[in-house]
């Protein structure tokens, strides 16, 4: 074998191993994905095996909000703030127990 045959080889399987080394990188990633994804995925599946409350749901909140716009907003931005809140206390629960 020449040099250049020799280098080419060389560098094809340093590109292999490169190759594998970002495979087993991103199967370490997509469990962690889907791990931090797991309970959205779960409330998504279970909003999907009841289209006829999910379809019921949002006809009531929309007749609500044609009837009392102002009201919803106000709720709307309520709910935001004590989901927030509810967040920020169990981030700060989770902190605090290490």
Not at 4 to 13: P, T
Not at 66 to 79: E, N, S, T, Y
């Amino acid at each position: 074998m020449n040099e250049r045959a020799l280098q080419r080889h060389l560098k094809k399987a340093q590109l292999l191993q490169r190759i594998e080394q970002q495979r087993v990188q991103l199967s370490n990633e997509c469990q962690n994905w889907l791990d931090s994804t797991q309970t959205l995925d779960n409330s998504w599946q279970r909003a999907r095996r009841h289209p006829l409350l999910v379809s019921a749901g949002v006809a009531l909140v929309a007749v609500y909000a044609l009837r009392h716009p102002r009201r919803l907003l106000r709720k709307g931005q309520w709910a935001l703030f004590a989901w927030r809140g509810i967040d920020y206390a169990s981030q700060i629960l989770k902190k605090s127990s290490f």
